[in-house]
């Protein structure tokens, strides 16, 4: 981008959407606590997950977040997106481009012949 000169593209594969990092280590902590429950262990709250899975794994840094942080973090972050504008066709395209600060490329493959460029 402008500030770092870097360049930066994105290319999303349908078959891979909800099957990220994320997902998997969530899938990770959720099966190290199942495994614990079904050894009759306890964990009625979010606290109690947080705990087994920090006795569990040191592999996976896990924290809580309490709901005053949560609350304060999502009204920072409504203030930030209400005046966003929606890319147009977005969920069609599978390559995003960034081109400069507030403006991308995108289109249906990397390779796509037609291109579309948006400014935020």
């Not at 994320?22 to 614990?36: F, M, Q």
């Not at 009759?40 to 794994?57: L, P």
């Not at 409504?78 to 504008?85: D, R």
């Amino acid at each position: 981008m402008d500030k770092f000169d870097i360049e930066f593209s994105w290319n999303y594969f349908s078959s891979l959407h909800g099957k990220g990092v994320v997902d998997s280590l969530g899938s990770a902590l959720k099966r190290l606590v199942w495994i614990d429950v079904m050894a009759g262990a306890r964990c009625s709250s979010a606290k109690e997950f947080v705990n087994i899975c920090k006795r569990k794994t040191k592999t996976i840094i896990v924290g809580l977040v309490q709901q005053a942080q949560f609350d304060t973090i999502e009204a920072l972050l409504k203030l930030c997106f209400q005046n966003i504008v929606g890319v147009p066709n977005i969920r069609k395209q599978h390559h995003i481009n960034v081109l400069h600060k507030d403006v991308i490329e995108y289109a249906l493959y990397a390779t796509s012949k037609d291109k579309y460029v948006f400014k935020f």
